[in-house]
């Protein structure tokens, strides 16, 4: 029976291992210097270690933390562990004060167990990197994998092969598809050519067979057939159609295996988990919604009749139209003015209008000094509290609280190709611009490779990154327009 490599968060969770123990280690030999005991005596302690190991766990699931760890040079590594390490801390004292027994331990241990867990962390991920490069499968217990090559191509693959930084397989032998060639490929003996594999397969030990040929091919399909008759699992090699920036995975639709490739992609797990972040959001944000209505909702029916809330249509994920609810933070004419002020529009290609002083604004009045005053609507859009109501946007899945921002009609009749991927995903209240600038980002461009950045890189961890800074944006009206 094949066993199929672990996925997912599985796929590291030796590392997760690794650094729990290393983070134990630390509180052990930290707690038996410092106190000349072994830290299981002390009940306290003891819950001090419990609470690293679920902090641990926690980072490691949610951030994602261990994410190409296999792959990350000195440097990189230098920062992932401190910034694993880090929400480690950042964890355990929000435990420790949740609970309130922060008191019951020592403000400098709990800071060199932060320091020590840095050092030691990145000495045991080195370490452990090095050791699942070199030993990770004994070669008694490797798969055994020939590898069917087409001869002009063959020198190259097994070099492509033998790159592998995990090397869970051993190329025993290479099948030519031809009926002659070399008797060795990068060091790997040829042992068939076409015409007799399938015998030579079938008297031999073989785990696996690799192909990078065209099955289109008669002599190749024959092989192929063949080995499926015998049990033998196969690995095709599935040419790079698509660009290296895209996730591609196999799946079934209508029945049918299907190659499919995508910018990034949500587990089922991971949207089930996004939904419950936006639904909690949502149901805090809406309650702070009515509160705000009745607040400010009076100020903006005064300084301008009409409703007190603002419904304009936008353009949603994969190109949907939805309504997108906000405080009306403009006189009722505001979209009849606007090609009168497009001359003014600080994003100068026009995919998004931004204007200084924008006269459509309640309350916005020049003087006759010159002075700008300012009015009620200008308020509540430096503080983002025009915002508000789209958390109703979130509650019917229509907008997700961390996503891009969803262009009006106009400007999406303005897109090209690559503005479009902006809307590969849900639109949300808050976004990586948001948190990067917002208004103080003119160039939309800059924009959407902010968008990409978010939709390529998206975890859990990042969403909540996201929030916890829109928050410190909103407070301080950093970049608000």
């Not at 031809?178 to 594999?197: E, H, L």
């Amino acid at each position: 029976m094949y066993h199929r490599r672990a996925r997912g968060w599985m796929k590291h969770g030796d590392f997760f291992v690794v650094d729990a123990i290393t983070v134990s280690t630390v509180l052990l030999m930290l707690y038996g210097i410092l106190y000349k005991s072994w830290l299981y005596n002390d009940p306290s302690y003891l819950h001090l270690w419990i609470f690293a190991v679920i902090s641990d766990a926690v980072v490691f699931l949610v951030f994602d933390t261990m994410h190409n760890v296999l792959q990350r040079g000195y440097y990189a590594e230098v920062k992932d562990t401190l910034k694993h390490c880090t929400y480690v801390f950042a964890g355990i004292m929000i435990i420790l004060f949740s609970t309130k027994t922060a008191e019951d331990y020592s403000i400098p241990f709990l800071y060199l167990t932060y320091f020590l867990h840095i050092v030691l962390g990145y000495a045991t991920r080195l370490f452990w990197k090095w050791f699942v490069r070199n030993h990770h499968t004994p070669v008694s217990q490797k798969r055994l994998m020939l590898a069917l090559l087409n001869r002009d191509a063959a020198e190259k693959t097994m070099k492509r092969i033998n790159h592998s930084p995990v090397k869970n397989f051993e190329i025993t032998g290479v099948i030519l598809n031809a009926k002659s060639g070399p008797s060795m490929v990068d060091g790997v003996p040829v042992v068939a050519f076409i015409d007799d594999a399938a015998k030579y397969i079938c008297q031999e030990s073989v785990d696996a067979l690799y192909v990078d040929c065209l099955i289109s091919d008669p002599a190749v399909a024959d092989l192929i057939s063949a080995c499926m008759q015998m049990g033998v699992p196969i690995h095709y090699h599935v040419p790079s159609i698509f660009s290296e920036e895209s996730k591609t995975f196999f799946e079934k639709i209508g029945g049918d295996m299907t190659l499919t490739s995508t910018l990034n992609y949500l587990t089922l797990g991971e949207q089930i988990a996004k939904r419950v972040l936006d639904i909690i959001g949502g149901l805090v944000g809406c309650l702070i919604t009515v509160i705000l209505f009745l607040v400010i909702g009076p100020m903006i029916k005064i300084a301008s009749p009409g409703p007190i809330l603002f419904a304009q249509e936008r353009i949603g994920l994969n190109g949907r139209h939805f309504k997108m609810y906000k405080f009306r933070s403009m006189h009722m004419d505001a979209e009849g003015k606007k090609q009168d002020l497009m001359k003014e529009n600080r994003v100068a290609d026009g995919m998004m209008f931004k204007v200084d002083n924008d006269p459509r604004i309640i309350g916005n009045r020049t003087m006759p000094d010159g002075t700008c005053r300012k009015g009620i609507g200008d308020f509540i859009r430096r503080t983002s509290l025009d915002e508000f109501p789209q958390f109703f946007n979130v509650l019917m899945g229509q907008m997700s609280l961390v996503g891009t921002r969803p262009p009006t009609l106009d400007e999406w009749e303005r897109y090209e190709y690559h503005h479009r991927a902006r809307l590969a995903c849900k639109p949300g209240i808050t976004g990586l611009w948001q948190i990067s600038g917002r208004s103080d980002i003119t160039d939309f461009e800059e924009i959407v490779k902010l968008d990409m950045q978010y939709i390529m890189n998206w975890s859990l961890g990042l969403d909540i990154l996201i929030l916890l800074k829109t928050i410190k944006v909103v407070l301080f009206r950093e970049g608000a327009l």
